[in-house]
């Protein structure tokens, strides 16, 4: 199946240690986003990447940092300098940056800090 | 910077009622407008688009029109089902100077259909 894949879908961490979430595509989609979405709020932009080696800082980057080493793959670093990060987290994909074209969004992880 | 408003929910409706969501934007040129609908605990999935003005997107019996005169882009459904419920995000994409890369969202609505 053509999709994107979030992991784990719940995840539970201690204050003061660093968690991982996955996101993986085989859209062949370009560009990736990462978003934090809280309770009656929006969405908010984390970090993008257009092409692997790349990405850029979104609104919210502080406490986060991401790699793209693979087309496939983006993953999210939620490190202990991000002060609240209970949240929902969604991975989106969209076949390039600069188009009109819609993303595509996985199906979230839902971060929970103990 | 670009921005979106949205009706503010939660709206109950009965099953067979007309619904309307009110968004309006703010943003420079000519933006792409999209409705995105989120299920309870999942991600979001992309409901309907409009790319310039006058442009009418549609599906599943929703619709909205984008209206660069209002800066509009309300989402409509002629006859709501209890499987509507969801919260609805509407969303701009820029494309102007540096903000082409990026959805900015409203901050949702919740519709609640009771049969």
């Known amino acids: 199946d053509g999709g994107i894949t979030q992991s784990p879908k719940y995840l539970f961490r201690k204050e003061g240690q660093n968690v991982t979430l996955s996101c993986e595509q085989n859209?062949?989609?370009?560009?990736m986003y990462w978003y934090r979405q809280d309770p009656g709020q929006g969405l908010r932009l984390i970090y993008y990447s257009q092409i692997v080696n790349d990405f850029q800082k979104g609104d919210i980057a502080e406490g986060y940092s991401v790699s793209r080493e693979k087309k496939e793959s983006f993953p999210l670093t939620v490190t202990s300098a991000q002060k609240n990060p209970t949240a929902f987290y969604l991975c989106?994909?969209?076949?390039?940056?600069?188009?009109?074209?819609?993303?595509?969004f996985g199906p979230g992880t839902r971060l929970t800090v103990l | 910077g670009d921005s979106v408003t949205q009706m503010e929910g939660p709206v109950t409706l009965s099953e067979e009622a007309f619904l309307t969501i009110n968004c309006t934007y703010t943003?420079?040129?000519?933006?792409?407008l999209f409705w995105y609908v989120q299920y309870p605990g999942e991600g979001l999935q992309l409901l309907l688009k409009a790319t310039k003005a006058d442009d009418k997107g549609s599906n599943k019996g929703f619709e909205a029109t984008y209206r660069k005169e209002t800066t509009s882009f309300h989402l409509e459904k002629g006859s709501v089902q209890v499987s509507d419920s969801a919260v609805y995000f509407c969303a701009l994409r820029g494309n102007s100077g540096g903000s082409n890369y990026k959805l900015t969202f409203g901050k949702g609505t919740l519709l609640t259909v009771n049969p």
């Open positions: 943003a420079t040129g000519y933006p792409s």
């Open positions: 859209l062949n989609h370009d560009a």
């Open positions: 989106a994909t969209s076949g390039s940056l600069g188009s009109y074209n819609e993303q595509f």
